[in-house]
T-cell receptor
Framework: NAGVTQTPKFRVLKTGQSMTLLCAQD?????MYWYRQDPGMGLRLIHY???????AKGEVPDGYNVSRLKKQNFLLGLESAAPSQTSVYFC????????????FGDGTRLSIL | AQSVTQLGSHVSVSEGALVLLRCNYS??????LFWYVQYPNQGLQLLLK??????LVKGINGFEAEFKKSETSFHLTKPSAHMSDAAEYFC????????????FGSGTRLSIRP
């Protein structure tokens, strides 16, 4: 039972490059989320989705785009990476609303040089 | 503005001692509250959740938390620390007035001394 799987686990980019982080869940959850975790700041919500084909902005959406073409997948894109986007990125899912427990992936460590 | 405050970015206790991790939130409306634990190089795992059914909530691994509306607090405790409890702990709150978005505290790293 995989739960929430994030790929890749590590990545180093140069400023200006683009990339996509993939999140896949096998629990048939409706809601999915992308967070970034920075030292001393906890987790901050980037974007989230309440169902297939929907996306919404979170607390820190600038510089990121997302897509939810399939219910089980939630993609996070960086069009032009900046050093300020160096962080650990976590994907999570929940069965229904945000008041349900969230299940997290193991994270993607992203460094922008 | 809504906020979640975890007092103490790092707490160190001896094995067998009481663990107390503090969480305060800014709201007069009882929200949903959670405690999550993060082990090194892993994602967050749910420890426990408050949903207004009872003020004392029991979670996994012997942890519990008490909701105190008058103090806007939801502190996490464990009577006797174990070496395996070393991890980072996050308090998270849902404020209904902010489109039901969850806000995480900055985290408290718990270290256990032998």
């Amino acid at each position: 039972n995989a739960g929430v799987t994030q790929t890749p686990k590590f990545r180093v980019l140069k400023t200006g490059q683009s990339m996509t982080l993939l999140c896949a869940q096998d629990m048939n959850h409706e809601y999915m989320y992308w967070y970034r975790q920075d030292p001393g700041m906890g987790l901050r919500l980037i974007h989230y989705s309440v169902g297939e084909g929907t996306t919404a902005k979170g607390e820190v959406p600038d510089g990121y785009n997302v897509s939810r073409l399939k219910k089980q997948n939630f993609l996070l894109g960086l069009e032009s990476a900046a050093p300020s986007q160096t962080s650990v990125y976590f994907c999570a899912s929940s069965r229904t609303g945000v008041n349900q427990p969230q299940h997290f992936g193991d994270g993607t460590r992203l460094s922008i040089l | 503005a809504q906020s979640v405050t975890q007092l103490g970015s790092h707490v160190s206790v001896s094995e067998g001692a009481l663990v107390l991790l503090r969480c305060n939130y800014s709201s007069s409306v009882p929200p949903y509250l959670f405690w999550y634990v993060q082990y090194p190089n892993q994602g967050l795992q749910l420890l426990l959740k408050y949903t207004s059914a009872a003020t004392l909530v029991k979670g996994i691994n012997g942890f519990e938390a008490e909701f105190k509306k008058s103090e806007t607090s939801f502190h996490l405790t464990k009577p006797s620390a174990h070496m395996s409890d070393a991890a980072e702990y996050f308090c998270a709150v849902i404020f209904y007035s902010s489109a039901s978005k969850i806000i995480f505290g900055s985290g408290t790293r718990l270290s256990i001394r032998p």
